[in-house]
């Protein structure tokens, strides 16, 4: 509907055609608004400051400040501001540094237009798109931290093991109010208080520790692209 208000998209990318390709492909969607592009990450934490976008679609390998730092500087600054990393590169180090710096969301380049306007109004509403070809890299590294803590899950309460469920299935913060007939504010206080709980810092690092640690079904036997 007209009166709706529309989702507003920062491009980041040092390449001027892939961020044209870029807006010419969100300017399909006319619930989504491309309020500013950058060329670098000091760049883009500027116009974030400046236009506060919903979400940054970041590249990573650009001069000066790279879209690591600009992601960590974000993250730190803006919370409310959801990152999708749309870069070429799908090694682990990247991943890795990307999710840790503070994107929410992670597509290499080649993702079907589909796929990438799908991530935008997920990344709306709360929640997080993990290229699914990326994900045993995000399990392994989170095995890893979170043997420490094997039993936390024990801990939790019925409610919080259902949002934790529901968020490993996508549902955003309307979608778990609406299934658990609570308000959406009391949600979203419910959720920083089971990520905290965790020790995980957002809804993504949530997921990777409830499948780490069984209480969610293990995307496994899930099909390849």
Same mark, same amino acid.
């Given at each position: ?11 980041? &990318? ?8 870029? /807006? ?34 970041? &590249? ?9 730092? @600009? ?52 990344? @709306? ?7 699914? &070809? ?17 039993? /936390? ?56 520790? @409830? ?13 390849? /692209?």
């Amino acid at each position: 509907m007209a009166s709706e208000r529309r989702i507003r998209v920062l491009i980041v &990318d040092d390449h001027d055609l892939f961020r044209e390709g870029l /807006r010419q492909l969100i300017e399909t969607d006319e619930s989504i608004a491309v309020v500013g592009e950058a060329a670098t990450g000091q760049e883009a934490v500027q116009l974030v400051e400046r236009l506060h976008p919903d979400v940054v679609l970041m &590249d990573i390998n650009m001069p000066g400040m790279d879209g690591i730092r @600009a992601t960590e500087a974000i993250a730190q600054r803006f919370r409310d501001v959801h990152v999708i990393m749309l870069t070429m590169y799908d090694d682990e180090e990247y991943v890795l540094h990307a999710i840790r710096a503070g994107a929410r969301s992670y597509l290499v380049k080649n993702s079907k237009p589909d796929e990438l306007l799908r991530a935008i109004h997920v990344a @709306a509403e709360g929640g997080a798109t993990i290229d699914p &070809d990326l994900a045993p890299i995000l399990m392994r590294e989170y095995q890893r931290l979170l043997a420490k803590a094997p039993t /936390r899950g024990q801990e939790l309460s019925d409610r919080e093991l259902t949002m934790l469920r529901l968020l490993a299935q996508g549902y955003s913060n309307k979608q778990i109010a609406d299934a658990l007939r609570l308000a959406e504010s009391t949600v979203k206080n419910n959720l920083s208080a089971l990520f905290q709980k965790l020790g995980v810092r957002d809804r993504t690092q949530a997921v990777i520790y @409830a499948i780490s640690h069984g209480l969610v079904p293990r995307p496994t036997d899930a099909p390849r /692209r």
